[in-house]
């Protein structure tokens, strides 16, 4: 199964629950108030994305002058993609790692690690990069948001539920089902923002895939974009970064030590079988 239709049916799903959820708890008005609420939080999260996330980071944008050489490898890059050339930022830090960010290709932006330029060959960056390009390309952003808007309203459905808990708002006392009312509306309340969470970062690890393939495409080498991988993995566990959790997804390794149990709702698939799956296409590109 393709990645874009693991992608279609994980938001279908997403929406699925939203919608069965919401009639559950809030009915037509409540999944209403509850989907504005979502949506206008992170209307404003997704219109200043490249600018929160660039700024969370610390990266400084460079010119052509300053880093010619990664400069030179976006343009080429963006050329073959047939997107604008996304500005160039150098993140401070000597963890190797980068990320991309913007709302569309017109407003978009690529950051590395001083670590991953002093790291990488070129061709390896030529991968990294190549990888980055391709969530400009595919519009990750954009994707990330609606799930995230679907993720957001279910949650904001959970709390509804809960106050209505609270205040005595899910059947009256006489009703002789309202135990097993009480027991369903609890499930809802601790289960939906669960699954929804499940979800979203499903939908995550396989735009995470495709960028793989797409990048490995674009750059014409899957063996570069596998090798840059390994020394990324192995350079992230041994010196993590410093970074917000709330933009630990946009990297492209986890800058993040995770446990077994955080592993089920991380943003990123294992390393080894993205990996892996490089490797088979390299026969094949």
Request: proline share 5%.
């Amino acid at each position: 199964m393709s990645n874009i239709l693991k992608t279609f049916i994980f938001l279908a799903a997403l929406t699925g629950l939203f919608m069965v959820v919401g009639q559950a708890i809030g009915g037509q008005r409540g999944m209403v108030l509850a989907f504005v609420l979502a949506g206008g939080m992170n209307f404003f999260a997704y219109w200043y994305s490249d600018k929160m996330a660039l700024a969370m980071s610390g990266a400084k944008e460079v010119s052509e002058a300053q880093a010619p050489e990664l400069h030179s490898v976006v343009s080429n890059l963006a050329m073959k993609a047939g997107l604008p050339k996304p500005r160039v930022f150098i993140i401070p830090k000597q963890t190797p790692n980068a990320f991309a960010t913007g709302r569309n290709p017109e407003h978009a932006a690529v950051a590395v690690t001083d670590g991953l330029l002093k790291l990488l060959n070129r061709d390896e960056l030529e991968g990294v990069l190549a990888h980055e390009m391709s969530h400009i390309k595919n519009r990750d952003i954009l994707i990330s948001s609606i799930a995230a808007v679907i993720a957001g309203a279910i949650g904001y459905l959970a709390n509804m539920a809960q106050w209505a808990l609270i205040f005595g708002g899910f059947g009256s006392r006489d009703d002789d089902d309202n135990g097993a009312g009480l027991i369903g509306s609890l499930a809802v309340m601790i289960i939906a923002p669960i699954a929804a969470a499940l979800i979203q970062m499903a939908i995550s690890r396989s735009r995470e895939y495709l960028a793989d393939a797409t990048g490995a495409k674009l750059c014409h080498c899957p063996m570069s974009l596998a090798s840059a991988l390994k020394k990324l993995e192995d350079w992230n566990h041994r010196l993590p970064m410093d970074v917000n959790p709330s933009t630990a997804q946009m990297y492209i390794v986890n800058p993040l030590t995770a446990s077994t149990m955080a592993r089920l709702f991380s943003t990123h698939p294992p390393t080894q079988e993205r990996i892996k799956r490089l490797l088979a296409m390299a026969g094949r590109v």
